[in-house]
């Protein structure tokens, strides 16, 4: 007869494998102990513990769990398989309203949470739900979706981790300074902040250069600048700034979807001003930065503030955007390489469904972003990318004290690969996810 399993031992041990910690020391191990959905144990701590369950590796590699810090869920599973923009031609779009019922509303939620657990995605931020689309055209992102979102997270059935940001404009399109103001006071519902955070709010602030409608300095080639997309107050630009100020001033995280240069630095003139104000859940941060410019990555990281970049979108987009950007100009957009090497606070994140959602297709663009400005393709290099997929996601939620690496007392959310991510050469869409667990709990496991 076995021996009883005591509450002091562990209930799920995995082993025999890499698993890179993405601790500050990028400790690699090989062993994890977990109880109750926490790591309390590596290599021979977690080895000396009994165990319920084991999973063996098999010199399979182990990762922190993705998390997207930009992916419009309940879109996507109403959408997929399809995006936006793909290599493949596109088949037959939907359009017009993608659901509309409570059961519709599920549905599209839970496709959502079984797609990201087959990739390896165990966290990621919904990026604008709220009244100002109560009225849009694809149903996915009104208050009906948040009330399924907090119905859901209710009965316990989330498999992914969820940060989120209201939305009192419409998506992509105007915002008005009175329906901002108004819905900014709404009351919250009351959630688990480690399964469904409800952080801050979203402001588009303009559109992408692609279409000149990114508010930028520097005319595009038909002699245009774009501009703003807020409305109220005296004009635009007051609205925009009163937006800003109010958010900041009630302790919430602001996340501004600006591609212009001019749209950036209005945001960073408003984030300086606001020291004052309450510190939000998680750091302030920009939303694509097309367009940022060396002096505003450097203000953004001095004020710990963040970008939430597309380099997969960037790929795709990238001839559209030069006839708006000339040559020269566009060799400077997407400055991924400079935001690294600033240490200013970088995401990489796919706006799915805009691009696929799969991660390891966005860490190839980006590596290809990298290559031209001249970065090795090494070890190093692609632990940076990952980390921003996990370590700085993490800051972004403004919960890195409890997830995004593999360390004793955080969750137990991590990506099981076939392969070696770190390994200088290999494809990352070479890489097969072979598990995905959540809290401790298995949420996909490849037959």
């Known amino acids: 007869m076995s021996e009883a399993i005591s509450g002091d031992d562990a209930d799920l041990i995995i082993r025999g494998g890499r698993i890179h910690t993405f601790d500050e020391s990028d400790t690699t191990v090989r062993a994890l102990a977990v109880r109750a959905g926490r790591i309390v144990g590596l290599d021979a701590e977690a080895e000396r513990l009994r165990a319920r369950s084991t999973i063996e590796l098999d010199g399979r590699t182990a990762i922190p769990g993705i998390n997207d810090a930009h992916l419009h869920a309940a879109w996507l599973g109403a959408r997929w398989p399809h995006l936006f923009f793909s290599d493949t031609p596109p088949d037959q779009q939907p359009s017009g309203r993608l659901v509309s019922t409570e059961a519709e509303r599920r549905s599209a939620l839970r496709a959502a949470w079984r797609l990201l657990a087959e990739l390896g995605v165990t966290s990621y931020t919904e990026p604008g739900i709220g009244p100002g689309e109560d009225d849009g055209e694809t149903g996915c992102f009104g208050s ?16 992914s981790r969820v940060t989120m940001l209201r939305l009192f404009g419409t998506i992509d399109g105007e915002s008005t300074l009175e329906d901002f103001e108004r819905g900014i006071r709404t009351p919250l519902p009351t959630t688990d902040p480690r399964w469904l955070a409800i952080t801050g709010v979203k402001i588009f602030a303009d559109g992408i250069p692609p279409l000149a409608t990114a508010w930028v300095d520097e005319p595009y080639t038909d002699g245009t600048t774009g501009g703003l997309l807020t409305r109220g107050g005296h004009d635009p630009l ?23 240069d001019r749209s950036i630095t209005e945001f960073v003139r408003v984030l300086e001003r606001s020291n004052g104000h309450p510190a939000p859940p998680g750091p302030h941060y920009v939303v694509h930065g097309d367009l940022a410019t060396l002096e505003q990555i450097e203000r953004m990281r001095r004020l710990g503030a963040g970008f939430a970049v597309q380099p997969l979108i960037a790929a795709h987009t990238h001839s559209w955007a030069r006839a708006q950007l000339g040559a020269e100009r566009l060799a400077t957009a997407w400055p991924l390489a400079e935001m690294l090497a600033s240490g200013v606070l970088t995401t990489i ?16 663009a980006s590596l290809d972003l990298l290559a031209a400005a001249g970065s090795p393709d090494d070890a190093g290099t692609r632990r940076a990318l990952l ?9 972004q939620d403004g919960a890195p004290t409890w997830k995004g690496t593999l360390e004793i007392g955080k969750v137990a959310d991590l990506a099981i690969l076939d392969e070696d991510p770190l390994e200088p050469g290999r494809a990352f869409s070479s890489l097969d996810v072979a598990r995905t667990i959540v809290d401790g709990r298995t949420v996909f496991a490849r037959e």
Not at 144 to 159: F, I, N, P, R, S
Not at 246 to 253: D, V
Not at 388 to 393: G, L, R
């Open 144 to 159: 009906d979706m948040l009330a399924t979102y907090v119905a859901l997270h209710g009965e316990g059935a989330q498999t």
């Open 238 to 260: 007051s609205a925009f700034h009163r937006m800003l100020g109010l958010a900041a001033s009630l302790g919430l995280q602001i996340a501004v979807h600006a591609t212009g």
């Open 349 to 364: 994140t796919s706006d799915a469904p805009i691009a696929t959602p799969d991660w390891r297709r966005g860490l190839a």
């Open 387 to 395: 980390r921003t997929m996990t370590v700085d996601a993490a800051r």
